[in-house]
Structures are given as C-alpha cells and as structure tokens.
C-alpha cells in the first residue's frame, strides 16, 4: 500500500504552466500505475491522464493532450503533471491516484488517493 501527497497547486493565468508532483510513501511505488483526475465544483471526477508502472504507456483525455504531460522517476517514488497552456476550464481540484494493473480511466478502479491540490487558471 502506498500513500500519496500531492503538491504544485496554486493561481495562474490562463496560457501558463504549473507542475504538480504527487509523491508516494511505500516500497512498492514502482508497481503501481498513477493516474491524475480532477474535480470541479458541481462535477464529477474526471480522467485527466495515467502512466504505467515502468512509464513506458501514458494515456490522457482529449481535454488536455498536447498541453500536460504526465512523468515519474520511480528512484524518487514521485509522479509529475506537467500543464501547459493552461485554460481556465482546467480549474479543479486535482488528485493523484495508484492502481495494481493496467491503465484504467474510470475512478473506482483506483485504490488510493491524495489529498488534492486547488489549480486556479484566471482568465
């Protein structure tokens, strides 16, 4: 079992970048896949982009493809979520997540979480 701390959020305007990191305790970081949702107020949970154990496979949502890039250095047990060109629809709460197995999109197939972080783009 891992758990999990996210980090990075904050207030941008819109077309910057923030880096959040989400950093896991436990031996066994680098067996789990990491995934990254948001939640705006009102809404429900959102896919944003996941990243197989060995970070070979990465998948995201149309929403954000081409403009976040998720990453991980399994030496340091900490995923990344880069966010570029950020747009003020990408306002959330955003959380970091692990599973055992394959990339997944649906929420429920994740066991862990982190607290989340607030990412406010201003226009």
């Known amino acids: 079992q891992v758990q999990l701390v996210e980090s990075g959020g904050g207030l941008v305007q819109a077309g910057g970048s923030l880096r959040l990191s989400c950093a896991a305790s436990?031996?066994?970081?680098?067996?789990?896949?990491m995934g990254w949702f948001r939640q705006a107020p009102g809404k429900e949970r959102d896919f944003v982009t996941a990243i197989s154990w060995s970070g070979t496979s990465t998948y995201y949502a149309d929403s954000v493809k081409g403009r976040f890039t998720i990453s991980r250095d399994n030496t340091k047990n900490t995923v990344y979520l880069q966010m570029n060109s950020l747009k003020p629809e990408d306002t959330a709460v955003y959380y970091c997540?692990?599973?055992?197995?394959?990339?997944?999109?649906?929420?429920?197939?994740?066991?862990?979480w982190g607290q989340g972080t607030q990412v406010t783009v201003s226009s």
């Open positions: 997540a692990a599973k055992q197995g394959g990339i997944v999109y649906r929420p429920e197939w994740y066991g862990t």
């Open positions: 436990g031996r066994t970081f680098n067996s789990y896949t």
